[in-house]
T-cell receptor, first 112, second 114 residues
């Protein structure tokens, strides 16, 4: 079992809809959870992080964390074509150096 | 806005040749990472530095890869000899804190091994 699992997609949603991206992780002691956006041919950029159970909102983005279920999600409201990208989930391991481990990413396509 | 600098952006080499990538992190960032990203996959850690010290290089193929950060600032990743399977994007990232996943990535160095 991979440490961080994401459905590779693509997830296709119409413009204006809510896109829901999911991520599960295997290390129950994981501390911190991050969502990065990566446009084709570009490097990842951080869009959200969450440390505690519950929801965290930032503009059109909401991160949701459920440590009991080892599940983190990213909701994008009012999706725009410019949101089309790959979304990478990253989790820092428990203990030691807290190095971020990335999932393979979910490709999101927002069509007009 | 401060950025992580990487060079070269693109490198094409033949297998068995040596290749080197350079990274200059954001000023003041003590933690530096090298990740490798194969097309369609997520980034995989090769090595993490805290200042000039290696924190984790457990996934670095040490028979052919080496990394250094001699003065705790910029860093070099070397591959000798390159193999076909090394074709990937090599990403450098820096962070202001050691314990966290808030990484700032450079533009990456895309390696093609022929």
């Amino acid at each position: 079992q991979k440490e961080v699992e994401q459905n590779s997609g693509p997830l296709s949603v119409p413009e204006g809809a809510i896109a829901s991206l999911n991520c599960t992780y295997s290390d129950r002691g994981s501390q911190s959870f991050f969502w990065y956006r990566q446009y084709s041919g570009k490097s990842p950029e951080l869009i959200m992080f969450i440390y505690s159970n519950g929801d965290k909102e930032d503009g059109r983005f909401t991160a949701q964390l459920n440590k009991a279920s080892q599940y983190v999600s990213l909701l994008i409201r009012d999706s725009q074509p410019s949101d089309s990208a790959t979304y990478l989930c990253a989790v820092t391991r428990s203990g030691g150096s807290y190095i971020p481990t990335f999932g393979r990413g979910t490709s999101l396509i927002v069509h007009p | 806005e401060a950025e992580v600098a990487q060079s070269p952006r693109y490198k094409i080499t033949e297998k068995s040749q040596a290749v080197a990538f350079w990274c200059d992190p954001i000023s003041g960032h003590a933690t530096l990472y090298w990740y490798r990203q194969i097309l369609g996959q997520g980034p995989e850690l090769l090595v993490q530095f805290q200042d000039e010290s290696v924190v984790d290089d457990s996934q670095l193929p040490k028979d052919r890869f080496s990394a250094e950060r001699l003065k705790g600032v910029d860093s070099t990743l070397k591959i000798q000899p390159a193999e076909l399977g090394d074709s990937a994007m090599y990403l450098c990232a820096s962070s202001p804190v050691a314990a966290g996943g808030e990484l700032f990535f450079g533009e990456g160095s895309r390696l093609t091994v022929l």
